[in-house]
């Protein structure tokens, strides 16, 4: 599976952006993608993630409410819609997918649960 991300850049607090991350390959075996970020200086950490089939979606508790998860089956696309934005959200963003497995229940807040990663978008909000 390779995952492509964008439509990260520069927002004022407050504002929105609407990341994507295109997948090509393997999809049909795909379990859950997930967002996860990483701001200089700190360890990576979740954000949100989404089931490749039934939906089900998962928010770090710092980005419900403001941010939402949603995919396109069709396009084999997943969007991150981030809204009022805060300078604490500034880090890059990756997108990463979990294939299905028969000796793992996926856990989509794990990052060590994903198989593949994208390139990574950066993020910046400023005050």
């Known amino acids: 599976v390779q995952l492509q991300a964008s439509g990260g850049g520069l927002v004022q607090a407050g504002g929105s952006l609407r990341l994507s991350c295109a997948a090509s390959g393997r999809t049909f075996s795909t379990d859950a993608m997930g967002w996860f970020r990483q701001a200089p200086g700190k360890e990576r950490e979740f954000v949100a993630a989404?089931?490749?089939?039934?939906?089900?979606?998962y928010y770090a508790d710092s980005v419900r409410g403001r941010f939402t998860i949603s995919r396109d089956n069709a396009k084999n696309t997943v969007y991150l819609q981030m809204n009022s934005l805060k300078p604490e959200d500034t880090a890059v963003y990756y997108c990463?997918?979990?294939?299905?497995?028969?000796?793992?229940?996926?856990?989509?807040?794990?990052?060590?649960?994903?198989?593949?990663w994208g390139q990574g978008t950066q993020v910046t909000v400023s005050s």
């Open positions: 989404i089931r490749w089939s039934g939906a089900s979606t």
């Open positions: 990463a997918a979990a294939l299905q497995s028969r000796i793992r229940t996926v856990r989509p807040s794990v990052g060590d649960d994903y198989d593949y």
